[in-house]
């Protein structure tokens, strides 16, 4: 079982940057894709982006693409999601996955096999 531990959320201005972590441990990360997801207050959980493996394929929500990266470390089993031109409606609880599953279900929350606990993005106005 792997555990997830995010990080690098808080409050920032629109048009400002954050750069979210994801620490992982418990397995070998760099056989899995990883995701992100976030969840703003009554709505559901929603895919930004993902990576595979080894990085060579990356996977974008199209209200972030242009403006966020996702990168990952595999020798400090780590994934990073890197946030710029941020918008208030990018508010919400974002939080890292690991998947087993293939690149064609990297969308689909319910194919992750774990979770972290979030972390809070505020994008004020």
């Known amino acids: 079982q792997v555990q997830l531990v995010e990080s690098g959320g808080g409050l920032v201005q629109a048009g400002g940057s954050l750069r979210l972590s994801c620490a992982a441990s418990?397995?070998?990360?760099?056989?899995?894709?990883m995701g992100w997801f976030r969840q703003a207050p009554g709505k559901e959980r929603e895919f930004v982006s993902a990576?595979?493996?080894?990085?060579?394929?990356?996977a974008y929500a199209d209200s972030v693409k242009g403006r966020f990266t996702i990168s990952r470390d595999n020798a400090k089993n780590t994934v990073f999601l890197q946030m710029n031109s941020l918008k208030p409606e990018d508010t919400a609880v974002y939080s890292c996955?690991?998947?087993?599953?293939?690149?064609?279900?990297?969308?689909?929350?319910?194919?992750?096999?774990?979770w972290g606990q979030g972390t809070q993005v505020t994008v004020s106005s």
């Open positions: 996955a690991v998947t087993s599953a293939g690149w064609a279900y990297i969308r689909i929350p319910q194919r992750y096999d774990s």
């Open positions: 418990g397995r070998t990360f760099s056989r899995y894709a």
């Open positions: 990576i595979s493996s080894f990085g060579g394929s990356t």
